[in-house]
């Protein structure tokens, strides 16, 4: 099926735009495209785990500020200044080289899918987690990496409805922001996230109360309000409300199911190993969305219950009746292990086989033979 993406963010069009047609420019055409995705999505991993190296369990800007070097900062805004422009160019370069396939679309949202959990786990750093004086819970954290997932799948179970992808405003915002955050620790150092900003609330909060506030009163309304257009203009890819439905079956129970474990953990796994069980999340999650998007490009129904959920039902289950007892945090290493391995095969698998059946390398633009 033909892409199309609408982008109607002031932000996006006016500013950003002219900066990358200005980048795409330096880009050698012999490159491939998904060579730019591949590119800013290691580059997210890398200062992720730069991250997660110097403050494991989120305490560094909090409890034990100065544990992260001021230069990890900057390279974080480099960082996610680089993957935010390959992001935004991998398309317009695969136009100029006429490279444009499935794969590549794929390719693009796919890594999306993961990078989205990515972002806001490292930008967890600089909130610092609870301390009783500043940060932000592992509740709140949890609940704000299932929002910003929330609204990544909206989009793309609008795309899946709608065939047209409309780009959310929530992305262009959020790039800028988390730059600007890494930029300013690293200039002011982590204190400026500890003292209050307005009527006692702290720059935190004002970011998870803006959060919520775009996804629920501004990104959910667009979804539904695209798709009624939709079905006025009789555009809609599904008849039945059943098959419209379909793809939020498995991400909402996945969303049910990791909440039971968070709420009734008997050993408090959330609080235990929020680094571990939120990266989980976020792989799991990316599993789900990467399923409904090869739906949505191949026309073919999703299945009502994503495999994930029988392997992760009994975890949660042998967790929350005490079965598990003091394993449990071994036990959700080893899901977690298990779970981004068979992402990463699932990627690899998918990737190798849109590659020989469109007679496509995945890195380079030579012609297979």
């Known amino acids: 099926s033909q892409y199309s993406a609408v982008d109607t963010n002031p932000l996006s069009v006016y500013i950003m735009q002219p900066v990358w047609n200005k980048i795409i420019k330096i880009v050698p055409l012999w490159i491939a495209p998904n060579l730019l995705t591949f590119s800013g999505f290691v580059m997210i991993l890398v200062n992720y785990f730069l991250l997660s190296f110097y403050d ?35 398309g317009k370069h695969a136009r100029r080289t006429q490279s444009s396939t499935p794969l590549g679309e794929l390719f693009d949202h796919g890594l999306d899918s993961w990078a989205t959990s990515i972002f806001v786990l490292s930008f967890f ?47 262009d915002i959020s790039q800028v922001v988390l730059i600007a955050a890494y930029l300013l620790t690293g200039a ?25 506030g775009f996804s629920l009163f501004l990104s959910f309304p667009q979804t539904l309000y695209n798709i009624h257009r939709a079905h006025l203009k009789k555009t809609l890819k599904n008849d039945s409300l059943y098959e419209a439905l379909l793809p939020l079956v498995s991400p909402l129970l996945l969303f049910i199911l990791l909440t039971v474990w968070v ?60 079965l ?26 998918v990737g190798r086989q849109l590659s020989e059946h469109l007679n496509i390398y995945v890195f380079s633009l030579k012609k297979r033979v």
């Open 56 to 90: 494991w369990n989120y305490t560094a800007s909090g409890t034990s500020p100065g544990l992260i070097p001021t230069w990890v900062w900057l390279f974080s805004a480099f960082t996610t200044f680089c993957a935010y422009a390959l992001d935004s160019i991998d």
């Open 125 to 171: 750093s600089v909130c610092s987690r609870d301390n009783g004086k500043t940060g932000v819970s592992v509740y709140t954290m949890y609940i704000y990496l299932s929002i910003v997932l929330f609204n990544f799948m909206c989009s793309h179970w609008e795309k899946y409805n709608t065939g047209v992808l409309f780009l959310p405003w929530g992305y």
């Open 324 to 349: 598990l007892g003091w394993t449990e945090e071994a036990v959700l290493a080893a899901f977690t292990a298990l779970v981004t391995a068979a992402h990463v095969h699932y990627g690899v698998c």
């Open 263 to 322: 709420v009734l953990s008997p050993g408090n796994i959330l609080a235990k190993q929020p680094r571990l069980f939120l990266w989980m999340v976020g792989v799991a999650f990316s599993n789900v969305i990467c399923k409904v998007i090869v739906c949505q490009m191949s026309s073919t129904r999703p299945e009502l219950f994503h495999w994930f959920l029988f392997p992760l039902a009994l975890v949660v289950y042998a967790a929350i009746s005490g």
């Open 188 to 212: 002011v150092g982590v204190e400026v996230w500890q003292k209050p900003l307005l009527f006692g609330y702290y720059i935190t909060d004002v970011l998870v109360i803006l959060l919520i």
